[in-house]
């Protein structure tokens, strides 16, 4: 299943088949490295471009079905805490966009995508300053390109859940997983969580449009309630293929996150580090993810000016430097008020409150 903008009628009856063969291809691709073996199964989301004529790229990708427990979550930013693979892909986009607007600015004190240097074509970026912001220092895409978002089975929460039981029974909201930080206990009347891959087109369009229509007339610039198009793809290859009984699903353990950018790391869901990590080295630098929150701070500081860090106040932490974006704040708060989203767990504030270093 995917979601897109908008497409020709011309292409809108086979665009399912022709990205996912396009995903699929991408990711046959790739080496054995991070991917199911035997009996394992894995979920595939990936982020895919558009031009004007209408030619499709994979831009990132990310495969897995883990996260860390709460008593595993670390405060210091250096461990990805949801290995999933929407969180995975979503990572590895941004950092291609923060790749594109450091070739865009001419950025010569950047890290590198995980270790690789990556030549960018000059002539063919789907990025520009958006005229709108000039003195913000903004980017947006270029006039009909769109972005596209492919994933191989319905996620787990909202878009699997489903009016299916007597408004007066109460049945559980989502399977106990000793995995997951935020594992709950609420129970709603009336509402069922699907197995993932079981929902259905119209729980994820309720899911990621019709339940944010009430905050169109909230919402200040840059924010606005998009409306994407969903299309039905083929059933993926038995490595997606989930089990009807969880008994008979073996999950990789494994997230492969990858981008166009030289992005591409392997990294263990139940630690949150690179694939590979031993026990006695696993506080090294070299263990950690480009995906980390530590490591996006990086690449997200270099695309300010060069004294950018010198001229944040003392001790500032990751939190308070996320809360100076006003408007991104300002949305969040929206958001958080409102019913459908007021139920919302949070990670620990912990989890970001590490300072920024030099």
Known sequence: MFMASSVSSSEESNWGKRVSEKVLSFYTSLPKKG????????????????????????????????????????????????????????RALIRFFYTQIQHLTGSKHAPSNGGKRFKL???????ELDPGCLNK?????????????????????????????????????GESDSTSPLGNGLKQKGMVQRKPS??????????????????SNELTSPFLVNQPIFHAAPVPPKDFQQSESAANTLTCGYSICWNEC??????????????????????????????????????????????????????????????????YHLASKIFKRKAS????????????AFPISE
């Open 35 to 90: 991917k199911p073996q035997g009996r394992e199964v894995t979920v595939l989301a990936s982020f895919l471009l558009s031009s004007p004529s209408n030619d499709l790229k994979v831009v990132a990708m990310g495969t897995g079905t883990k996260c860390l427990g709460r008593s595993l979550l670390r405060t210091c930013g250096d461990v990805v805490h949801d290995s999933h693979a929407e969180v995975i892909a979503r």
């Open 121 to 127: 074509d000059d002539g063919n970026s789907p990025f």
């Open 137 to 173: 220092g903004k980017y947006s895409l270029k006039k009909d390109w769109k972005l596209h978002m492919y994933i191989s089975q319905l996620p787990c929460g909202d878009a699997s859940l489903s009016w299916q039981v007597s408004p007066l029974e109460t049945a559980v909201l």
């Open 198 to 215: 079981r929902g259905d087109t119209t729980l994820l369009k309720r899911a990621l449009y019709e339940r944010m229509l009430p905050l």
């Open 262 to 327: 030289g992005l591409h790391d392997v990294i263990m869901g139940t630690t949150g580090r690179k694939q590979g990590t031993s026990a006695k080295g696993a506080l090294y630098p070299s263990t950690q993810s480009s995906l980390c929150k530590k490591r996006l701070l990086e690449v997200f500081l270099s695309l300010g000016p060069e004294n950018l860090i010198g001229s944040l106040p003392n001790g500032i932490t990751y939190r308070e430097l996320k809360d100076g974006a006003e408007e």
């Open 341 to 352: 989203f007021n139920k919302w767990f949070l990670k620990p504030l912990d989890c970001e």
